[in-house]
């Protein structure tokens, strides 16, 4: 099973600063995709595929990696961004998701 | 517009069963895989089951392998959970989600509101 790892477990930005979030796999993936959670919500799907934004997704979201690492970053924090974002990976069974980056605004 | 609408749920007894249902509109369910995905209360997300578009394969995670079975009607456009030897570690929202691919590499792009499943004496 490939474990993913995020980091931070916990942050906090303010607004207008760029926020970068990592998530380590075990062995390497091919694609990484990210889920945007907010307290009380089923998760959204965020960024599929490494690097494509989900529909209605603001620009200021990107994805980007390769082989055991991948980042989602923000370029500009907004406080609709506070959320939990996990990232998930299928490129061997069984489908498996980091345990998430709590992202909270200062 | 895409809509996943889990219903059953509730509080049940350790050893039990319990079945619970995902009725899904705004696209053709019978062309698409369709997950179950739970939630431990304020702990991450976690796959459970998987079936695919016409319901001739499934797939399990080990700790539910044997336990759980998903099954889907596509006449009724209806994915299922049947849950059976339920135990505490079971205790979670359970999400129903589609499985899209836009390459070989799946992942859930839509998400059901959850279903939430207390498994406690």
């Known amino acids: 099973e490939i474990v993913l790892t995020q980091s931070p477990t916990t942050m906090a930005a303010s607004p207008g600063e760029k926020v970068t979030l990592t998530c380590r796999a075990s062995?390497?993936?091919?694609?990484m995709h990210w889920y945007q959670q907010k307290s009380g919500a089923s998760p959204k799907l965020w960024i599929y595929?490494?690097?494509n934004r989900a529909s209605g997704v603001p620009n200021r979201f990107s994805g980007s990696g390769s082989g055991t690492s991948y980042s989602l970053t923000i370029s500009s924090m907004e406080t609709e961004d506070a959320a939990t974002y996990y990232c998930?990976?299928?490129?061997?069974?069984?489908?498996?998701f980091g345990s998430g980056t709590k992202l909270e605004i200062k | 517009e895409v809509q996943l609408v889990e219903s059953g749920g509730g509080l049940v007894q350790p050893g039990r069963s319990l079945k619970f249902s995902c009725a899904a509109s705004?696209?053709?369910?019978?062309?698409?895989?369709m997950a179950w995905v739970r939630q431990a209360p304020k702990k991450g997300l976690e796959w459970v089951a998987t079936?695919?578009?016409?319901?001739?394969?499934?797939y399990y995670r080990d700790s539910v392998k044997g336990r759980f079975t998903i099954s889907r009607d596509n006449a009724k456009s209806t994915l299922y959970l049947q849950m059976d030897s339920l135990r505490s570690e079971d205790t979670a929202t359970y999400y129903c989600?589609?499985?899209?691919?836009?390459?070989?590499?799946?992942?859930?792009?839509?998400w059901g509101q959850g279903v939430m499943v207390t498994v406690s004496s």
């Open positions: 079936i695919i578009y016409d319901g001739s394969s499934t």
């Open positions: 989600a589609r499985l899209m691919y836009t390459t070989d590499y799946p992942y859930f792009d839509y």
């Open positions: 062995s390497s993936v091919s694609y």
């Open positions: 998930q990976q299928w490129s061997s069974n069984p489908f498996t």
């Open positions: 595929d490494t690097s």
């Open positions: 705004g696209f053709t369910f019978s062309d698409y895989a």
